[in-house]
């Protein structure tokens, strides 16, 4: 079944000339068509873009649209706003983070760089948390900060909470309100004025936030067959492009990321290749400057695989495989050797595997997420084998005191400040810039 869409918008700006449906109708230094077909208006979503969208584009302060979310009809009412909130600065494709060989460029700089995971950050309603964390992360030396994207729902969640789609019976509901989107935009915004920069993915193969699992309770089938659903794959690109389109050319994008750990259990490694493939091929079409990334665990090695689990296929990753697609610009791993039945100790031989793997390939290799519940002891040695041996990493995951108390965090969490910040934060900063 092909979905439906709701997109609640921006305001829109009126143009002069025609574009497509869906097509790009305005921006910075945009010398294209500028109006759309009828029925579509143009959409203001950030300086550079504007985009042709579904509606009249009334230009009223609020904008109230009506979808089915049960048996009976419902409307959603979200306040529109003038996005002040996007990116804020201009910038040129050649001063966007890339890679170059096996390393990260990022701000003129080659090297390598620490960051950390904050999956929750898009989801606090306060801007002065928001504003807070990145400050601390600006001061501690962290580049990279990868969060979550999407936030998905079966059914409109209790007022003052965040969600940013909805997939009820048969249609897609993006929300780009106060509760919706606009909390990513602050992010994005904040992580400018910071210097920090994000990884941003899409979809979550975990059910936290909804996940692929959202989608095939809307549109059928199961999660190992999300990946070939024609009526998932249509929703989750609209998805993917109603987020960029807000974020071109934002200094803050570090990356796009299809997905948080894909994986496709018993299946044969084409699906996620496919996918991999057909996905950055669309994102690439879309913002062609940007780096993208699969978000994938690094199973499925051959390089100096040792025969365990994480190496093997039996998730339907291959490793070396979905890193040679020409539009994914980087490998991605993480490391939970407890979660995987390993040793910490074993943990620096699935980083160097991984180094050399992206070195053959002549890309760069991002430890994306890695955590050990003995923090430090465990951690730091992991640490130096990827400053020697991969492009960056991140831990897993970043802790903070906020207005409403500590963040949200689990056993891996490194909070601001501690003992386990010296030496995962501040230590490993000294050594990166000592190396």
């Known amino acids: 079944m092909k979905s439906a869409i709701l997109i609640l918008p921006f305001l829109s700006h009126l143009a002069v000339s025609q574009t497509a449906n869906w097509g790009q109708c305005g921006g910075e230094n945009w010398n294209g068509d500028t109006t759309c077909n009828p029925g579509w208006y143009c959409s203001y979503l950030n300086p550079w873009y504007s985009q042709c969208v579904p509606g009249s584009g009334s230009s009223s302060s609020s ?27 201009s910038t040129t494709a050649g001063s966007l983070p890339s890679a170059s060989g096996t390393s990260f460029v990022i701000d003129g700089k080659k090297g390598h760089f620490a960051g950390t995971n904050s999956y929750w950050l898009p989801f606090l309603t306060n801007n002065a948390d928001v504003d807070l964390v990145m400050g601390h992360l600006q001061q501690s030396g962290l580049k990279i900060l990868r969060v979550w994207g ?121 699906v996620i290749y496919n996918w991999a493939q057909s996905t950055s ?20 090695l051959s390089v100096d695989s040792d025969g365990s689990y994480p190496f093997g296929y039996s998730e339907g990753n291959d490793f070396e495989k979905t890193l040679a697609i020409p539009t994914i610009d980087f490998g991605t791993i993480h490391l939970y050797p407890s979660q995987w039945g390993e040793t910490d100790s074993w943990g620096s031989s699935w980083i160097t595997a991984h180094g050399q793997a992206c070195k053959n390939a002549g890309k760069p290799c991002l430890l994306e997420e890695y955590g050990s519940t003995s923090l430090c002891s465990s951690e730091a040695p992991w640490q130096t084998t990827a400053i020697s041996s991969v492009a960056a990493d991140l831990f897993w995951q970043w802790g903070d005191t906020l207005s409403t108390g500590q963040s949200a965090h689990d056993e891996y969490s490194i909070f601001y400040g501690s003992s386990d910040y010296t030496c995962l934060v501040t230590d490993h900063v000294s050594a990166i810039d000592s190396a």
Not at 67 to 76: K, P
Not at 283 to 295: A, T
Request: one cysteine or more; glycine letters at 10%; charged letters at 15%.
């Open 281 to 300: 091929q669309y994102i690439k079409s879309l913002e062609p400057g940007r780096m993208v990334c699969i978000g994938d665990e690094g199973m499925g």
């Open 150 to 270: 999407f936030n998905d729902v079966n059914a409109v969640p209790s007022s003052g909470t965040v969600w940013f789609q909805l997939l009820a019976n048969g249609q897609q509901t993006i929300n780009t309100g106060s509760d919706g989107l606009q909390r990513l935009d602050y992010v994005v915004k904040s992580a400018e004025a910071h210097g920090i920069k994000l990884i941003i993915n899409f979809v979550n193969n975990w059910n936290d936030y909804g996940g692929m699992n959202a989608y095939v309770q809307n549109y059928g089938g199961n999660q190992t067959s999300w990946y070939t659903n024609n009526a998932a794959q249509d929703a989750y690109k609209t998805y993917i492009k109603t987020v960029i389109s807000r974020y071109i050319g934002s200094s803050a994008i570090f990356a796009w990321e299809l997905a948080n750990e894909p994986r496709c259990k018993g299946c044969g490694t084409d």
């Open 63 to 89: 904008t109230t649209l009506s979808t089915v979310v049960s048996s009976q009809t419902s409307s959603i009412r979200t306040t529109s706003a003038t996005s002040t909130l996007a990116a804020s600065a």
